[in-house]
C-alpha cells in the first residue's frame, strides 16, 4: 500500500449501526475502525460522529476499584457526556460506555495494548472477560444468575489463556513468570472481586427496577409481575495490574478486576405451565426471531475481485489458488473470551454484516489450516468450499440439526464453549436428540434441517438462512471512489419451511403441530432453569 492510500485509509472511519434481533438488548450506534486486524498504526483520525438514534430507556453502570477508599465504586455510564463518550489517550474515537462491546475496547485502548496488539500482529489482548445473563424476578424480588461458577470458571482459564497469549508476544516477560502459589492468590483475591463486583452492581439493578416498577404500576400489576422478568447483561473483565491499581503494594491482588452491567429495562415473559402440563404447551416464546446469517469465507472469484481493491484484506495469488487472510479465533486460544476479539471482530462485521438484515457472521476452518502453524492471527481459504467447516458465530455457538434427531456442534478444541452451549447439550437429550460433537462441512449442507445460535444472553436463535459471499458479476459496479467491488450475498443454505420472521410460528404449508428442535430445546431451557 503507497503512502497516499494508507493516509487515506487512517482518515476515512466508517460509521455503520447494528441492531439487535433480541428483546433483552440492543446496543446503540458503534464505531466501525479501518484494517483493524493488519494495521500496524494506532487508531487515531477525526472524532467519530455517531448516527442519531432514537431515544431509548436504558440503563448502564460501571464498577471500578477505588485506590483511596479502598472499594469498588459505582459510575453513572450514561449519565455523565464525558464518561459516556470517552476517548483514552491513546485513541481520539469516541466510545459509548453505556455499551458493553464499546466499554471493553475503551479498557483495551486505556493500557495502550491497542496499539501494541497491533504491533504483534494484532493477538495480543488487554483482558480477559465474561458475559453472564441475570434475570430479575419482579413477582419474587429476586435474581437468577446463569451459570455463575461457569463463568467464574471460564474467566479464571481465560485470563491464563491471556498471559500465556502474551507472553507468546513479549519479548519482556519477566513479571509474568510468577510462581504457580502466587497465582493461585491472585486468582482467589480477583475470583473474591468477581462477588463483590457482582452484588454491587446486581443491587444496583434492582433498585433501578423495583422504582421504575413502582412509577409504571397499573392495576393489572400483580398479574404482570407474576409472569415478567428483566434481563441484565453482566460483564466482568480481568486486566493485568501492571500499573497496581487495585494496592499499592500487595502482589496477590494484580489483577485488575471491573464489571460492567447493561439492562433495557423492558419486561419479558417468564416460563408458565398451563393446567395441561404438556411440552406442547409450554406457554413460553423465543423472543429471538430468526436471523440471516453469513458464511465467512471468500471463495477464489471473490478474493480475486474484492481483494485488488479493498485495503482491509491481504492476498497472495498464484495461477491455480487464491489465498485470503481473515480474523479467526481457533488459532489463538480458541476457548479463551478475550477482549481484543471485540475489536478483531470488526474486520469481519465491515466486510460481511453490510447488510443490516445479516445477523451474523460464521467463523470458518479450511481443512489445510490444521496444518498452518507460522500465522495464528488470519486463516487461509483454498479454492474449493466442500472442506470448508463451520465454527462459530462472532459471540455465538453453533448447532446443526441432522436427519434421525441429530444434534451436531463443533468441538471445543477449535471454538468457545459458552454457557448456552452447555445447557443445550445438557436439555437436548430430555428432547429426543442425540448430541454430536464434530465437524460441520459445508459439503453435508443437504443434510442440514436446521440451524441455530447460542449465546449466554439470548440462549438460542434460530436461523433461517446461510449466506455465501461473491463478487459482483459486473466488474464495472463500483460502490466508492476506491473503485470497491461490491460483495454479493448469495443464498447456501435454507430452511425448507420458513417460520415467522416475527413469531414463531410456521407458514402456511407447515403443520402448526410440529415443533422445531430449536423451539423444543428452548422451553426444556427455560423450564429447567427457572426456579
Known amino acids: 500500500m503507497n503512502e497516499l492510500s494508507l493516509l487515506q485509509a487512517l482518515l476515512f472511519v466508517k460509521v455503520f449501526a447494528t441492531t439487535s434481533t433480541v428483546a433483552f438488548f440492543s446496543p446503540q450506534a458503534i464505531t466501525g475502525r479501518i484494517n483493524l486486524e493488519k494495521s500496524k498504526l494506532p487508531l487515531f483520525g477525526v472524532l467519530i460522529s455517531r448516527i442519531p438514534t432514537p431515544t431509548v430507556l436504558n440503563w448502564s453502570k460501571i464498577s471500578e476499584y477505588d485506590v483511596d477508599s479502598k472499594s469498588f465504586w459505582l459510575i453513572d455510564a450514561d449519565a455523565d457526556a464525558e464518561v459516556s463518550n470517552s476517548t483514552s489517550s491513546y485513541s481520539s474515537i469516541e466510545y459509548d460506555l453505556t455499551s458493553p462491546r464499546e466499554w471493553l475496547e475503551y479498557c483495551e485502548t486505556q493500557q495502550g495494548l491497542d496499539d501494541y496488539g497491533m504491533k504483534h500482529g494484532g493477538t495480543a489482548c488487554a483482558g480477559a472477560y465474561t458475559v453472564i445473563r441475570c434475570d430479575f424476578h419482579l413477582d419474587k424480588k429476586s435474581w437468577n444468575i446463569w451459570g455463575k461458577d461457569f463463568h467464574f470458571n471460564r474467566l479464571q482459564e481465560s485470563y491464563r489463556s491471556l498471559l500465556l497469549s502474551n507472553q507468546l508476544t513479549d519479548d519482556d516477560d519477566d513479571d509474568d513468570k510468577l510462581d504457580e502459589n502466587l497465582r493461585v492468590q ?304 448469495e443464498t447456501f443454505w435454507e430452511m425448507e419451511h420458513l417460520p415467522n420472521k416475527l413469531t414463531t410460528s410456521f407458514d402456511d404449508n407447515h403443520h402448526n403441530s410440529q415443533l422445531y428442535a430449536y423451539d423444543e430445546i428452548y422451553k426444556q431451557v427455560m423450564k429447567q432453569n427457572n426456579p
Not at 213 to 231: A, L, P
Open 186 to 489: 491472585q486468582a482467589q483475591s480477583a475470583l473474591d472481586s468477581n462477588t463483590k463486583i457482582m452484588n454491587l452492581l446486581l443491587n444496583e439493578a434492582k433498585k433501578t427496577i423495583l422504582d421504575r416498577n413502582k412509577i409504571i404500576r397499573d392495576d393489572d400489576e400483580e398479574e404482570e409481575e407474576d409472569t415478567t422478568i428483566v434481563v441484565v447483561m453482566l460483564t466482568l473483565l480481568w486486566e493485568p495490574d501492571h500499573v497496581q491499581t487495585t494496592t499499592s503494594d500487595d502482589r496477590s491482588s494484580t489483577i485488575r478486576v471491573r464489571g460492567h452491567a447493561f439492562s433495557t429495562l423492558k419486561k419479558v415473559s417468564q416460563l408458565q405451565l398451563n393446567d395441561v402440563g404438556t411440552t406442547n404447551s409450554v406457554g413460553v416464546v423465543n423472543p429471538n426471531p430468526p436471523v440471516q446469517a453469513v458464511i465467512g469465507y471468500l471463495t477464489p472469484t471473490t478474493t480475486t475481485a474484492t481483494t485488488t481493491t479493498d485495503p482491509n484484506i491481504t492476498s497472495s495469488h498464484n495461477t491455480s489458488s487464491s489465498i485470503v487472510s481473515l480474523p479467526n479465533r481457533y488459532q489463538n486460544f480458541p476457548q479463551a473470551k478475550l477482549s481484543c476479539w471485540c475489536r478483531r471482530r470488526r474486520l469481519l462485521e465491515e466486510m460481511f454484516k453490510r447488510d443490516v438484515d445479516v445477523g451474523d457472521v460464521f467463523l470458518t476452518k479450511h481443512q489445510i489450516d490444521d496444518g498452518i502453524s507460522n500465522n495464528q492471527t488470519a486463516s487461509t481459504t483454498l479454492t474449493s468450499i466442500d472442506s470448508v467447516e463451520l465454527l462459530e458465530g462472532l459471540t455465538s455457538n453453533i448447532f446443526v440439526v441432522y436427519p434421525g434427531e441429530i444434534l451436531r456442534t463443533p468441538p471445543s478444541t477449535d471454538v468457545l464453549g459458552g454457557y448456552a452451549r452447555q445447557l443445550i447439550i445438557d436439555c437436548a437429550a430430555k428432547c429426543g436428540y442425540q448430541v454430536e460433537i464434530g465437524s460441520i462441512s459445508l459439503k453435508d449442507s443437504s443434510l442440514w434441517k436446521e440451524i441455530f445460535l447460542t449465546s449466554s444472553i439470548r440462549l438460542i436463535i434460530p436461523v433461517h438462512k446461510l449466506l455465501l459471499p461473491s463478487s459482483s458479476s459486473s466488474n464495472t459496479d463500483v460502490v466508492d471512489g476506491n473503485n470497491n467491488i461490491p460483495l454479493q450475498l
